[in-house]
């Protein structure tokens, strides 16, 4: 019962829902214990002889209030009590929904996302069913059984009553015994499901590539195999659960055959009347459920007590970045400054940037360059302080960069990353993500900048076409220029474009940069790419090989001396000349 305890901070927080269910459930309880009593009292009169329509229809008035009292008590105790659970996993869904959006990209590096949303799913239901059934079934169980065991031993006979409950001790041990196995088998079952989860919103995700290489059958068939294993894991749990109702019946039936065996003795003897023993049975009738309940209540708080421990594990995880107490929560404006002697991923070995160092004027633009793997999308990420654990600092307008709130930092920084993430919904909508009150006027004029506007009016629905998940819907140069006409229409103080136009002819490109150049005069703009084109106008250019800079400069001071730079110039230079020849031969 130990998932209720750690449930208290909820049941407190909702205590007048809980205690009038609870005080409904009591009521309910006592209730149902008057028909019984009743029976055997209109038996006695039967076998008397003194049964007349006056005491009959005395009797069936009687049933019927308790009926209606039932029925309406019955309704209420549902509304307090699963009114509140229902509350409880809104609170709890958006605890995570929260946690997710502040969690730094290492968290999303050890999780998947299959098994994120299987917590905030599955989970979140079993405990759900904790705080309402669970509940339900624990008070009614208690007080039920309470009552009818009260009204049996005292107003009809305690030596019965005892005989009769023999078998309820064996019922308690069988009944702990499957809990406990059934948590263990759940959580195994849990984990199953959330490897299923993963596994459908990956294929989902890349159902393009795996149909470009004809992956659709080895893909289902991998999907079979993991889908079967949930089953055999949700099978196991069901072999257990499936024990408690025929433990349960056979130690009731055994019950049922002590109290007609020993109470048709005792009226015999005349310690009972037939309408007593009658009662007796009822009684023992009504204890069915509390038994049932009581097997019940193990399967749902062992269900409850694992989700409650994977969600609170969850939502445990701590944030690698962290906010000072007296953080400045003023977008920075100034100088760039690097100064950075060494960075590791979080549980990687190899160094990914070292003795990176370099000034960037406000309104400069610097090329970030070099060959994949070199480090310049990690040099971008620290400045958006994705990762903290770096030796060194960055200063951005005179104060390191941790000095700063998250959201006053990344506020001064429009990101246009590589995996260019568009959201299902329109090409309005998702030009205005970060500012959704902007003008229409304002959309169309980023989206003029990033030489995309041309292409939606060519769109079935113009700016209110949905782009569709992740924006399948479209190639990836147009999800490349939105991408930059969202980061755009805030008019950040700085800008970055990590290879954003990579997806773009050369003409595009050019014309892209030629915008940029011209609206953003005075704000700085940081571009990394591995066209060297997309540089070459910029003030400043760092080459980084092996997350160290390698060449610095101008664009003309780097072709000008020996250097990767310059052998890529040179080659890139010849692919355009071969390329352009190859078009003029085919007009």
């Not at 690698?320 to 003023?330: K, M, S």
């Not at 950075?340 to 549980?347: A, C, E, L, M």
């Not at 009016?457 to 782009?467: E, H, I, K, N, S």
């Amino acid at each position: 019962m130990r998932v209720f305890r750690d449930l208290f901070w909820f049941f407190r927080q909702e205590k007048k829902a809980y205690m009038t269910g609870v005080l409904l459930l009591v009521v309910v309880a006592f209730f149902e214990t008057v028909p019984p009593k009743v029976i055997g009292i209109l038996v006695d009169h039967m076998k008397n002889g003194t049964m007349t329509r006056g005491v009959l229809v005395r009797w069936l008035a009687v049933l019927a209030v308790v009926a209606a009292a039932l029925y309406g008590l019955r309704y209420a105790w549902r509304i307090c009590i699963f009114g509140a659970a229902v509350k409880l996993t809104r609170q709890l869904r958006n605890e995570l929904y929260e946690h997710f959006t502040k969690m730094s990209p290492s968290f999303y590096q050890r999780k998947r996302i299959g098994d994120l949303m299987a917590h905030a799913t599955n989970d979140l239901q079993a405990i759900q069913q904790t705080a309402g059934s669970g509940i339900l079934t624990l008070v009614d169980s208690l007080t039920l059984g309470g009552f009818v065991l009260a009204t049996m031993a005292v107003s009809i006979s305690w030596k019965l009553t005892v005989i009769s409950l023999l078998p309820l001790p064996v019922m308690a041990v069988a009944t702990s015994r499957y809990g406990t196995i059934l948590h263990r088998r759940f959580v195994t079952a849990q984990a199953a499901f959330s490897s299923l989860n993963d596994k459908v919103q990956e294929s989902i995700s890349g159902v393009r590539v795996i149909k470009a290489f004809g992956y659709e059958k080895q893909d289902v068939e991998a999907f079979r195999r993991q889908s079967e294993d949930v089953v055999a894991k949700n099978i196991a749990v069901a072999k257990i659960d499936a024990l408690f109702d025929p433990t349960i019946g056979f130690l009731v039936g055994l019950s049922f055959f002590l109290a007609v065996a020993f109470g048709s003795e005792m009226v015999l003897t005349g310690e009972l009347t037939i309408g007593e023993l009658v009662s007796f049975t009822t009684y023992l009738g009504l204890l069915i459920w509390p038994m049932l309940a009581f097997g019940w209540l193990f399967n749902i708080v062992e269900r409850g007590r694992a989700s409650y421990d994977r969600v609170r594990a969850l939502l445990a995880e701590q944030d690698e970045i962290h906010e000072a107490p007296d953080a400045i929560d003023v977008p920075p404006r100034g100088d760039i400054e690097y100064d950075i002697k060494r960075f590791v991923y979080p549980g990687e070995m190899r160094t990914a940037l070292s003795d990176i160092r370099f000034r960037l004027k406000s309104g400069a633009t610097l090329g970030v360059v070099g060959k994949t793997g070199a480090g310049k999308t990690t040099l971008l990420r620290l400045l958006l302080r994705e990762f903290d654990g770096y030796d060194g600092e960055i200063r951005f307008g005179g104060h390191d960069i941790r000095s700063y709130t998250l959201s006053a930092l990344r506020s001064a920084i429009g990101y246009v990353p590589q995996d260019h993430f568009l959201f299902s919904a329109s090409v309005r909508d998702n030009i205005a993500f970060a500012q959704p009150e902007a003008e229409e006027k304002e959309i169309v004029r980023a989206a003029q900048l990033a030489h995309i506007h041309e292409d939606i009016l060519q769109f079935p629905d113009g700016y209110a076409t949905v782009v569709g998940e992740r924006g399948v819907s479209l190639s990836g140069g147009q999800k490349q220029r939105l991408s930059i006409a969202r980061a755009l229409l805030t008019n950040p103080e700085v800008l970055i474009l990590d290879d954003a136009l990579s997806a773009v002819d050369a003409k595009t490109e050019a014309r892209i940069l030629a915008a940029l150049k011209q609206e953003r005069r005075g704000k700085t703009t940081i571009i990394a790419a591995h066209r060297l084109s997309a540089v070459e106008h910029a003030d400043w250019i760092v080459v980084l090989d092996g997350g160290r800079i390698v060449q610095a400069g101008t664009h003309e001071k780097l072709v000008a001396e020996d250097g990767w730079y310059r052998d890529m110039h040179q080659r890139q230079q010849l692919e355009a000349f071969v390329e352009g020849s190859q078009i003029g031969g085919m007009a």
